[in-house]
């Protein structure tokens, strides 16, 4: 099972509130392991050398696993940021429609969510939280289900003064 958590990332990498609902989270669920939508240049990027779900997983003793590309993953895999692809059709002059920019957007999306899927079935510890930006739960828990995966979403869209939390969205397949 994997038990989601949808927030911001300026929320992910400063905000303690955080950290007891994830606390939390964890003995409820009783689970395994921490994962998160990050990586090494993200947190550079805010200055930050560790996430919330990162200290969440060293003070539970949990492992714990970056589960975004890098990069020059992202450049290998071919998934790119909607502003890229804004970029280039402009400098290209290639005359994009704007639905065929969000086709574009929502392939690199995908390619990126099932990267973190593969990240997971590597890191193979199970029940495991995972928090990511929170645009990304309704396609990831969808990929999720197609997979035949257990989700359960904690939060859609956590912030310090969550409500969302008494009501969560479950969407129940087997693992």
């Not at 990240?119 to 990831?140: E, I, T």
């Not at 859609?156 to 969302?164: G, H, K, P, R, Y």
Request: charged fraction near 25%; glycine fraction near 2%.
């Amino acid at each position: 099972m994997i038990i989601i958590v949808g927030t911001s990332h300026s929320i992910q990498t400063v905000d303690l509130e955080l950290e007891a609902y994830l606390v939390n989270l964890c003995k409820e669920f009783k689970v395994f392991a921490v994962a998160e939508e990050m990586n090494r240049d993200a947190l550079a990027e805010r200055d930050c050398s560790t996430s919330i779900p990162m200290q969440v997983a060293n003070a539970l003793q949990l492992p714990h696993r970056l589960c975004d590309p890098n990069r020059e993953q992202r450049a290998k895999l071919e998934i790119r940021q909607e502003n890229d692809i804004r970029m280039q059709a402009w400098r290209t002059d290639s005359e994009l429609s704007e639905p065929e920019i969000a086709e574009l957007v929502a392939e690199s999306l995908a390619k990126r969510e099932r990267y973190w899927l593969e990240q997971l079935r590597d890191f193979n510890v199970w029940p495991v939280l995972f928090v990511c930006g929170a645009d990304h739960v309704p396609s990831f828990c969808q990929l999720l289900k197609q997979q035949g995966i257990s989700v359960h979403v904690a939060a859609e869209d956590w912030t310090s003064n969550n409500t969302a939390r008494d009501v969560p969205q479950a969407v129940h397949s087997s693992l």
